[in-house]
Every structure is written in C-alpha cells, then in structure tokens.
C-alpha cells in the first residue's frame, strides 16, 4: 500500500513528538530518530565499512606539552657595541665599511691628532728639564754641604788652638812675661771663632732644609707633568678607534672629512655586532606563561631559512609584562645553540615552539582517529574484521598525535576516516 506525501508527514510528526521523549527518558533518542527519518522517506545514514577508513595501531610514543609564540632575533647584552669620539677632531682616516669582519684592536677610524702631538712633545721636554733640575740639586746640593761641614771643622780646629793660646796668655800674664793686651787679643780671637762655628752650623742646617725642599719641588714638579704627558697620551690613544670587540660592522654614520666631537651626549658613528652572541626573545602569553620554565628546551624557524629547525634552551624569564593591543605577554629569551647561531641576523622573526612537559612512552593514536560529542570522545576499532565504536579518555596532543589515557590498549587498531577524492562528492541524486 502506497502512503501519500500528506499521510507520510503526519506519522513523522506523531513518531516524533512522542518517540523523542520516550527515547529521551530512555537515553536512546539518536536511534529513534534514524527511524523517523526511515519513516519519513529521510535518507538512512550510511553503514559504517573499512574501507571508509584507515587503520593505523595503537603506539606508545613520547607526547610533549609544548607552548607556541613569536619573537624575534636580537643580540646579547655586551655583544653590540656602539663606538663613539672621546675626543673632538676631524675624521682623518675611516678604515672600515659596514659588513666588514674585525677582530678586537683592529684600527677603525683615526681622529686628527697634530696638537695632541705637539703637547705631548711639550710635556716630554718638561719632564726632561725637570728631571735635570732635580738630578742638579740631588748631586750638588750634598757638595756644598759636605764643604760647609768641612769648613766648620776647619773652624773647630782653629777654636781650639786659640783657646789653647788664650790659656797660656793667662798664665804667663800671671808670671808677668805677657802684657794683658796680648790676652785680651787670644780672647777676642776665641770668640770670634766661636761666633763663626755657631754660624756656620746654623748655615749647614738651613743648607740641609732647603737641599731638601728644592729636591721634593722638583720631584713634585717631575710627578705632574708626567701625569700631564700621560694625560695627553691617553687622549692621542683616542685618536686611533679601535674594535673593542670581535664582531661586524653594522653601522657607521661618520665618513671621513667629517668633524666628531667628544661629549657624553656624542652621537654614535660605528655599530659593531658580535654576531656570535645572538639570542630569541619569544613573546609568550601570559595563559602559557606559567607552564615555561629555565633550562626548558625549545626550537625554532625563521623565515631565512623555512626548513631549518634551530635548537635553543629558556636560560631567562622576564617579570615585566609587554602589552599590545591589549594583549599580555612575557619576554622569555632562547640561549641558541652555538652551532647553528652563525646563519642568523638580528631582528629575524622567529615562530618558536617551547616544549613544556613530556609524556614518555604512552598509549598515542592518530589526532584524526578522535571524534568527540558534548558527552565522550569516541574511536573506531577494529576488531575481528569487525569495526566497534570505543569511548576513550584523552591526554596531551601533539600536531598528530593525541595520548590516551584509557579505552584502548597497545596494539588495537584505531580508523582514520579517508578524505573523499577531489570530483568524486556524493551528490543528491538527480531525479528522472
């Protein structure tokens, strides 16, 4: 018996309204409706068949926990150096371009230095004349003392044999044979030559105050114009640049014929990177921050060089958050392995994958083989030439690979649902 279209729709309607709550109360409302649907004239869903699939086993693999971002290249505290004038001159002879490789105290740059030349000529004649002073008075100061002692025991000597004069004066004054003029002349004599000595004493000691005095003046006046030569040595050092460090040449904004002028605010006029001290500042989230931590391993890519997987290690974690467009983010800076830090450039933008967390040797099955509703995750099994629907608990995925934690066990063979072919869609069926 043939049911029209009208009768046909009223059964699907009473089939639904009551067959969906009993089947609701019952937990079986999908199966109902695949029969309304039979009922109703709805195409019925298609059997499930292998060769729909591809089947691929149950694995124990390593899983990894892993934390996307961005960043970028940027060199190391220390490895770029900006070089500026400490004097002021004209840029007589610029040695290197920008690209060139140096080694540390490779010559740069020369200032013109001509007055620094000339004064430090000046400075080495007055230390020369200085130090001739001071060799002068060290030698013949210590002669004329010397000749001052000798000639106050000149003077002692005479001292004595005047008071040995002026002694036997009195005596024979006393006998009568000498007159007092003569004693009173022996006395005059004695006194005379004790004034002297005590003269000359006092010479010798004021002598000795100044041969003193003059030799710590010219030693003083030694000392500081060595110090003004060094002074000025130091400034026509300043006239040759050198490389501080090993590096390239990034930068120069100084051509020669250019005058440079030394201030604390002087402009840099070359750059030099150390191109082997290079690292990644990655941007990561503040949801993911949490799970980063030091001496994690991490890899990245640059857009130099697609295929290249660059290996590196979280060595630091920045506290202060970078905001943009309302987004929170943490700087975490990658040490790059030195092998490969050769081939980058700073500010190269890196895609960085830091690796959190590893599962080792757990149960893992194709991400495709898992397919989900708002209650379960579920898989397709085979067994026994048979294909059975598994509920599964899942753990850590990977880009393929996602970890079960229950419902299967190693060896079990899971489906992948095949991807139709490009031109062969099952259409609707064209009616005649």
Aim: charge should be neutral.
């Amino acid at each position: 018996m043939k049911i029209s279209g009208k009768a046909r729709f009223l059964i699907f309607l009473c089939l639904l309204g009551g067959g969906a709550y009993v089947a609701h109360s019952q937990g079986q409302l999908m199966p109902i409706v695949k029969e309304i649907q039979k009922l109703a004239g709805g195409k019925e869903e298609k059997k499930l068949q292998a060769k729909d699939f591809e089947f691929n086993p149950v694995t124990r693999q390593d899983v990894r926990q892993k934390v996307l971002s961005t960043g970028s290249v940027a060199v190391t505290t220390g490895a770029e150096v900006k070089i500026g004038a400490r004097i002021s001159g004209q840029l007589r002879k610029l040695f290197a371009k920008i690209g060139d490789v140096v080694k540390q105290g490779d010559v740069i740059a020369v200032i013109e230095h001509d007055d620094l030349l000339a004064r430090v000529a000046r400075f080495s004649a007055d230390i020369r004349a200085e130090e001739a002073r001071l060799n002068k008075i060290q030698r013949e100061g210590p002669l004329e003392i010397s000749k001052a002692r000798a000639d106050l025991e000149e003077l002692q000597t005479r001292l004595e044999l005047a008071q040995k004069t002026l002694s036997r004066n009195r005596e024979l004054r006393k006998q009568g044979v000498v007159s007092d003029s003569a004693v009173d002349s022996a006395d005059e004599a004695v006194k005379v030559l004790e004034a002297q000595i005590k003269s000359s004493g006092e010479d010798i000691k004021l002598r000795e105050t100044r041969l003193q005095m003059d030799a710590e003046l010219a030693r003083t006046i030694v000392e500081r114009a060595k110090a003004g030569l060094q002074e000025e040595e130091t400034s026509l050092s300043y006239a040759t640049v050198t490389a501080p460090i090993d590096g390239v040449v990034a930068y120069i904004s100084t051509q020669e014929g250019e005058t440079v002028v030394a201030s604390l605010s002087a402009p840099t006029f070359v750059t030099l990177i150390d191109l082997s001290q290079l690292e990644v500042i990655a941007f990561v989230d503040e949801t993911d921050i949490g799970r980063v931590k030091v001496d994690q391993k991490a890899i990245f890519t640059v857009d130099s060089y697609p295929e290249k997987i660059f290996k590196s290690v979280v060595h630091e974690i920045r506290p202060k958050a970078v905001i943009k467009d309302n987004v929170v983010n943490y700087e975490v800076m990658l040490q790059i392995d030195p092998s490969s830090v050769k081939l980058l450039r700073p500010e190269m933008t890196a895609n960085v994958v830091i690796t959190t967390g590893v599962h080792k040797k757990v149960l893992t099955i194709p991400k495709e083989a898992v397919k989900r509703t708002q209650e379960k995750s579920f898989v397709i099994v085979r067994e026994a030439g048979k294909l059975v629907e598994k509920t599964v608990e899942t753990g850590w995925r990977e880009e393929k690979i996602i970890e079960i934690t229950s419902g299967l066990e190693e060896g079990n063979e899971v489906g992948v649902p095949k991807k139709p072919e490009v031109g062969k869609k099952e259409g609707p069926a064209r009616r005649r």
